[in-house]
């Protein structure tokens, strides 16, 4: 990756000022978004944040009110669907049931005019890429959730898209084939190097499979960046809320570098917040970065603290901790040997350290 988090730097889709507005309602609000070639791109954010309005507009589905989209230099804003270069995926597959499978895949290639064998060949090729070799003949009602989901996949690959578009495409399939097909899927975008872009509202999805995150709240970007960008370093409250499990505490800022929880001076290391001495602000840190092993001022600030529940999660320990002197209690995520090594358990007493580098501030 390049230094901004691309894959190789080009920039292969462009959307400037894309607004969109249903009636009085505003769903996109002036977007301003570069996708660089062969990346795959997540779009995050809760149900109505504008993230399926904005594929839909890249794919003239929904054609924007306002601003521009280019594709590989070639600008698309007001082209008709047919004229675009893109396949795409739904969360309700959309196969024709009266089709088979392999009737299902060649349906874009067959109306393209190409001859019958090289459609013959491109559909071997691409039920072979998605493990369904020997599907051909089946109709979609013969396959499973996650079966039908790789045909929508090879049908959309088929004429060989420059933009793949994918809405939101894992959600109806169970938890344990979804974790399988989100494999798939990645490792497929990663051996075809076509540009992709998925839609949606689970974390954990474009955490494991994005290149970069584009995190959308009420119809505008609030952060783009890698997974890790995102996690570790959110640009916003929202981000930091919406990514992950994050403890907030409510808080003064006394000087860059220092806040002031309830009776207790805080540490951080993030300097960049753009606020004033003694504005209000929240200060931020995650159940994991709290440390309990060989607590020292030299990772941050020590708190005393009481273990008021410890709850067991398989591979770990979640504690609810409450800090002297702090009102707002905190969660720690503990290993389990971490748990076993120094005895923890419920009622117990034991200073905790806020590492300055974990802690992350906010404007209130």
Not at 55 to 63: K, P
Not at 111 to 138: C, F, H, T, W, Y
Not at 248 to 274: C, H, N, Q
Request: glycine share 10%.
């Amino acid at each position: 990756m390049t230094a901004d988090g691309s894959v190789n730097g080009r920039s292969y889709l462009r959307l400037r000022g894309i607004h969109k507005k249903f009636g009085s309602f505003t769903a996109l609000k002036g977007v301003d978004l570069d996708i660089n070639e062969r990346e795959f791109v997540c779009f995050l954010g809760p149900s109505g944040c504008g993230k399926t309005t904005l594929l839909r507009a890249i794919a003239g589905l929904d054609v924007q009110t306002s601003g521009s989209i280019e594709q590989a230099g070639r600008d698309i804003s007001t082209l008709p669907i047919s004229s675009r270069d893109f396949g795409i995926v739904f969360q309700s597959y959309a196969l024709f049931p009266n089709l088979t499978v392999s009737e299902n895949v060649a349906y874009g290639l067959t109306s393209r005019g190409m001859n019958q064998a090289d459609i013959n060949k491109r559909v071997a090729e691409l039920l072979g890429l998605v493990g369904l070799s020997d599907s051909g003949p089946k109709y979609p009602a013969q396959l499973s959730g996650g079966q039908q989901q790789r045909v929508a996949l090879a049908r959309a690959l088929a004429p060989s898209p420059g933009l793949l578009l994918l809405d939101e495409p894992l959600s109806a399939l169970d938890a344990r084939v979804r974790i399988h097909l989100r494999h798939e899927i990645k490792q497929l975008q990663s051996r075809l190097r076509v540009t992709t872009i998925m839609v949606t509202h689970d974390q954990e999805e474009a955490l494991t499979m994005g290149d970069r995150i584009v995190v959308m709240n009420h119809g505008v970007i609030e952060q783009v960046g890698t997974p890790l960008e995102i996690y570790r370093k959110p640009a916003t409250a929202f981000v930091a809320d919406f990514v992950g499990t994050m403890n907030f505490m409510k808080g003064t800022l006394v000087s860059p570098g220092r806040v002031r929880v309830g009776g207790t001076e805080i540490e951080y290391g993030d300097t960049a917040a753009t606020v004033s001495p003694g504005a209000a602000v929240t200060l931020c840190i995650r159940p994991e970065d709290i440390a309990v092993r060989n607590v020292s001022a030299s990772q941050g600030t020590v708190l005393q603290a009481r273990i008021e529940a410890l709850e067991f999660l398989g591979s770990f320990f979640r504690a609810s901790l409450t800090p002297d002197g702090q009102k707002t209690a905190l969660m720690a995520d503990f290993s389990v040997n971490a748990v076993n090594d120094l005895g923890l358990s419920r009622g117990m007493a034991l200073p905790i350290a806020l590492p300055r580098d974990r802690l992350r501030v906010f404007a209130a």
